[in-house]
């Protein structure tokens, strides 16, 4: 099995990283780069406005836009796509289980979303903690909330695998960004507004739109303690969907495309 793993891996890579993508991606590292440099040029850290400068929430708000745009490059059409150009039928004519090619689906979307997360967050950061005299660069709470970061960023993984077992890329990724807006502007605003006091809506909403890994990074970018009740009801969330996703990747019909 672990030989397969690495087969089907090494081919997911080769199939993925075109020579446009490997360009793209030099250049949005490197445009992080200069952005990250942009302060120390423009003499912000000689202002009183620096005094009041944290590094932590500017990570923070910054993950909280790379992370889902990252998703959505990674995850359209992640299963569907092989189902409609027969890549699976393919694969399953060797022995492999289906357990093995979903592993390789996760690990795969997983590792690009931990090459993005590097390549447009940290090197960045480190850049400018280079560039930033005076400014106060906490290397354990920086990863601390990078990590409740990408948590966040594998149970959206998990759920997109879920959507693409049988929607197309387009609906896949339109479901998807409906499913974060309304995790951010519907279920915090309406539902918490008129269902805060319902044990059922509580489950409903930390599960079918979790945002406990979110709230973890929130919660220690101001705290600076574990959020203990927020990382379990994200691991949950994230349990719950991954369950999902096995369920319906193991009815999938290979011989036909059909998510079309």
């Known amino acids: 099995m672990k030989t397969q793993l690495q087969a089907i891996l090494k081919a997911e890579f080769t199939r993925y990283f075109t020579l446009s993508k490997i360009i793209i991606l030099s250049l949005v590292t490197i445009l992080g780069v200069v952005i990250a440099m942009l302060p120390s040029w423009l003499g912000f850290f000689d202002s009183e406005a620096a005094g009041f400068f944290a590094i932590k929430d500017i990570f923070t708000y910054a993950l909280k836009i790379i992370i889902p745009f990252s998703i959505f490059f990674i995850t359209p059409g992640i299963i569907a796509n092989d189902v409609n150009n027969f890549w699976f039928r393919t694969v399953f004519s060797r022995p492999v289980q289906r357990q093995t090619v979903l592993a390789s689906k996760y690990i795969y979307a997983s590792l690009l979303l931990l090459l993005f997360t590097i390549a447009f967050c940290l090197i960045p950061l480190i850049v400018f903690s280079f560039t930033a005299p005076g400014i106060e660069f906490n290397v354990f709470s920086v990863l601390s909330i990078w990590f409740f970061a990408y948590m966040e960023g594998l149970l959206f993984i998990s ?28 279920i915090n605003g309406v539902l918490a507004n008129f269902f805060w006091d319902s044990p059922i809506m509580g489950v409903f909403t930390e599960f079918f739109f979790p945002n406990g890994f979110a709230n ?25 969907f991954g369950a999902l996703s096995y369920l319906h990747f193991s009815l999938i019909n290979i011989d036909r495309p059909g998510n079309d």
């Not at 049988?166 to 896949?172: A, V």
């Not at 970018?221 to 349990?239: I, R």
Request: glycine share 2%.
């Open 159 to 186: 759920i997109a695998i879920w959507f693409s077992c049988f929607l197309s890329k387009f609906f896949n990724v339109l479901l998807l960004a409906i499913w974060m807006f309304a995790d951010n502007i519907v």
């Open 216 to 240: 973890a990074a929130s919660f220690y970018s101001l705290k600076d303690s574990f959020p203990v009740e927020h990382f379990f009801w994200g691991m949950a969330a994230l349990t719950f």
